[in-house]
């Protein structure tokens, strides 16, 4: 019965720390560059654009192409940043369930 008790303390423990985590992610921000910075964007950890930011030098009305790309790279690279921070704050509490 103590072993059973004593369980559910720490997973207890365990759900409380995760919430604390996946605050602190969510709180935080990340910011996306492209290639030279010509495009900046940010998002909060809970994966929210927050900003947008053009460098009047990517803006060329002949070659909006340029602009949706470069805009892309930014956004994918604040998201994989946002990935790779749920995954080494997170990760550790699936190891420590057996996932």
Do not use: C, H, Y
């Amino acid at each position: 019965m103590m072993n059973m008790q004593n369980m559910m303390r720490q997973a207890q423990k365990l759900q409380k720390q995760m919430a604390a985590q996946q605050e602190e992610i969510a709180a935080s921000i990340f910011v996306g560059k492209s290639a030279q910075d010509l495009v900046t964007v940010e998002f909060s950890g809970d994966k929210k654009l927050k900003s947008i930011v053009f460098n009047p030098d990517v803006i060329d009305p002949e070659d909006p192409e340029t602009l949706s790309e470069m805009t892309i790279a930014a956004v994918n690279d604040a998201l994989e940043q946002i990935e790779k921070v749920t995954e080494q704050k997170m990760g550790k509490f699936s190891k420590m369930m057996g996932m």
